[in-house]
């Protein structure tokens, strides 16, 4: 592909068939400087690209891992990243079908689009990028994206998930992956918000934190996502309250941003934080959780799944088999996302390190 007009990067995309599918594919996203040989452009020894791939509406785009590219003073990067395409539209259609590649700076701003067109020939589907249009905009100017169809100019996940493992605080070696339970609300939050709101440009509706490979990337890979969400759910129990160090500080990064109503009249106090019971808290809560109200669902079918869902939290609900009551939380924390999504946009702010961020609800 051609280099980023005004900067000093250069995409490199791939594509190969997914195994097993005959309509999806592999694309791989990595990054290299247009002029090897030149002076490192950037203050930082490091320089973070964030990657996203759209194919609406011939295909949905989900992001196969952290979706960003780490480019590296000497050159190269860390190793691309990686996305699945899936025919969502007939083939009869895809004369005109595009994917568009956006590269967003750490804080989720764009500065980049190309096209990717997909021609059909047989049976099978051959990508081919598509340069840009020519752009020449002085170097003191911000280069601006190439022309794209009106979609959600949104770029950071809608929501991110906080949540506590019990690993999540070792000093030594990355942290584990969350458990089952986790995946699962993360995954049925993830499909209901899509179906709501959408999805960002060629990302997901969501943030998950894996917690693969640890070191910078893995910090700031979370840094960038709790700085760039428009809603931060928190899984509130006690091990998240009294024992982490991550968890404080993701609130933090949000806390630390600024909330603006899109328009009308919309609440005041109304929190883009929003707490989930976990898991039942029997202590008094810290004073920064205690100033933000408690997502308590209302307008269930029955009254008395409330009271099950203050009293066993929704870990307990989930792991006592009452699937109704789980399902209908689930939703209900859905629009509650959507709700507060419509009514505010909570600007990007995202810190270049931990340094002076809270550790500690206390």
Known sequence: MSPVNGVNIQPLVSWHPDEGSASSWIISVDLQLSDPEGEWPYDEEEFLVGCMIDGRPWYTVRALDTAGVVLHRFGGTYGPTYFRAELTASSAGLSTARLWLTLTTAGGVPFYTAALSLDEIGSDLIAKPVRPAPRRPARTEPVRPEPRPATDTQTGPVFFLSYSRPDRTRSVGPPREPSRNVIRL?????????????????????????????????????????????????????????????????????????????????????????????????????????????????????????????????????????????????????????????????????????????????
């Open 186 to 362: 993360f995954d049925d939050l993830s499909e209901l918000v899509n179906e709501l709101i959408g999805s960002p440009l060629g990302g997901e509706p969501g943030f998950l934190d894996l917690g693969r490979g640890g070191g910078d990337l893995w910090q700031k890979t979370v840094l960038q996502a709790a700085g760039t969400c428009q809603v931060m759910v928190c899984l509130v129990s006690y091990p998240y309250l009294f024992n982490s160090t991550w968890c404080p500080l993701e609130w933090d990064v949000f806390a630390r941003r600024r909330v603006v109503p899109r328009g009308g009249s919309v609440p005041g106090s109304e929190s883009a934080i929003v707490p989930v019971l976990w898991t039942p808290v029997e202590q008094e809560l810290p004073p920064p959780v205690a100033a933000v109200k408690m997502f308590t669902p209302t307008g269930l079918p029955d009254e008395d799944w409330t009271a099950r869902y203050l009293t066993d939290g929704l870990l307990g609900v989930a792991r006592t088999g009452q699937t109704a009551i789980y399902d209908a939380i689930v939703w209900k924390l859905a629009m509650h996302i959507q709700r507060i999504h419509g009514r505010y946009r909570v600007e990007p702010k995202v810190p270049e390190s931990i340094d002076g961020l809270h550790t500690s609800f206390q």
